[in-house]
């Protein structure tokens, strides 16, 4: 059975229905043959497509590369992708016991929780000293019980307690008041005008007044060469 020749054409007719399913050999001098089928899309209408080189329908022929075109440095050759693929493991591959399988690292580590809770703890869980954080010279002295300094000492030393009492060489408080209890204020003695007014007039010997509550007695001594008068007083 002879199998029946594509025809051969220069131009295309339109793309339309009644072409669906043909197909044509487009020969065009100094060029490749392409060979064509007119075709439905998915929006309804008909196309041209290249049946040896069309990647995909709806593409104007006459767009593609030659079969011979080089990429440039963007993308690697079959070669270089060989070379970077030969060092590269399947991954179905096993590693051997030099590794950790993820069942076998999830039970060596504890959980997040686990961990959480160890990174939380302020209890001293690994027993730390304090020589061990550069704290060996500190002490754990509560405030109440640290010692004052020696410039503190000397200054308290010069002190005396709140609850000391005096010696013999001082009055109490209580003595002062018994003491100060048998004395007249200043302001009931006469001022010495006062004395001048009644000398004044107290000339007989043994006559006395009243004078601001002290009784005041007049007393001549005609011994006394330079002829002074004594005054006596006394509290009324």
Request: one cysteine or more; aromatic letters at 6%; charged letters at 20%.
């Amino acid at each position: 059975m002879a199998i029946p020749s594509i025809p051969i054409v220069d131009t295309l007719p339109p793309a339309e229905a009644s072409y669906r399913g043909h197909m044509f050999r487009v020969y065009l001098e100094g060029q490749d043959d392409q060979l064509v089928m007119c075709v439905k899309l998915a929006d309804g209408t008909h196309n041209w497509v290249d049946v040896l080189v069309e990647p995909a329908f709806g593409t104007t022929a006459g767009t593609y590369a030659e079969g011979s075109h080089l990429h440039d440095d963007r993308y690697y050759t079959e070669t270089e992708a060989d070379a970077l693929l030969a060092g590269k493991s399947a991954t179905s591959h096993l590693h051997d016991d030099r590794y950790y399988t993820e069942t076998e690292s999830d039970g060596r580590y504890p959980s997040n929780a686990t961990f959480t809770s160890h990174t939380g703890n302020t209890a001293n869980p690994h027993s730390t000293t304090k020589a061990q954080v550069g704290l060996g010279s500190a002490d754990n002295t509560s405030d109440s019980a640290k010692p004052i300094s020696s410039a503190t000492q000397t200054a308290l030393n010069g002190k005396s307690a709140t609850s000391h009492l005096h010696d013999d060489r001082y009055y109490t408080e209580t003595e002062i008041n018994s003491q100060m209890a048998g004395k007249a204020n200043t302001g009931d003695i006469p001022t010495t005008e006062q004395i001048q007014d009644i000398v004044g007039e107290m000339l007989v010997s043994g006559s006395a007044m009243i004078l601001d509550s002290m009784v005041v007695i007049v007393t001549p001594r005609y011994d006394d060469p330079a002829g002074k008068m004594y005054l006596d007083l006394e509290e009324g």
